[in-house]
């Protein structure tokens, strides 16, 4: 069984989808610390003016977890962020697909940044067909950190594999899951190509997710998963 470990994300991109749909298992990792700059609550959209990067806004004192970061409402950026969506999509041959993912995103408001991290993940993997069932780290007690940890949690769930993202080759210690008899298989993610809006910025990589959706709609999975299928056919 091939597990994944991944903090949940604010309209997350492709690369994420792809390791999710790769593995048995994704573990949520909503206790992870919040990272300021980082993903957890931000990503990129195509608009007429090019890429635009969309953030949630938090209050946090720099040493919390994704649990413990409040979102901020002083401003609602849930309905700005939902017009400048249908404003940038409303030529999207699969606009009409925007309207379900708003709902179950921005259909409350959301006390913590786990939370709506954790709505947004879902929702995109409900409308791409990805059917890996999902666990939330905080509900397994298990403590530690690092490596150490990911490999802990492989082993509480039962895992023989665990699902590396690409970027942690630079960090991710190898001997804790050997020392559990996991073994560390790598993501390999190539970017796929697809028709977006506003052609003259060219094509615009790792935005959210929600631009193969809106612009393949039923496709949308079989364009995620074409460059790691070509790969192997080749192999």
Known sequence: MIAAIHQPHYLPYCGYLDKWDQADLLILLDDAQFTRGGWQNRNYIKTSHGGQLLTA???????????????DYTHRWDYAHTRTLEQAYARAPYRHLLSTVTAEVYCRTWARLSELTI???LSLGRQFGIETPTKLSSSLD??????????????????????????????????????????????????????????????????SALDLLLNTGPDARTVLRSPRLFTEAAR
């Open 57 to 71: 806004p938090v209050r946090h004192n720099g040493f919390q977890t994704l649990r413990e970061t409040e979102i």
């Open 142 to 207: 298990v403590p530690g950190r690092g490596s150490q940890r990911l490999a802990d949690l492989c082993r509480a769930v039962g895992a023989s594999a665990y699902l590396a993202g690409d970027g942690s080759r630079v960090y991710l210690d190898e001997q804790p899951f050997k020392e559990a008899g996991i073994e560390v298989v790598w993501q390999g993610f190539t970017h796929p190509w697809w028709p977006q809006l506003h052609p003259r910025h060219g094509f615009v990589t790792n935005l």
């Open 119 to 121: 709505a947004c993940t």
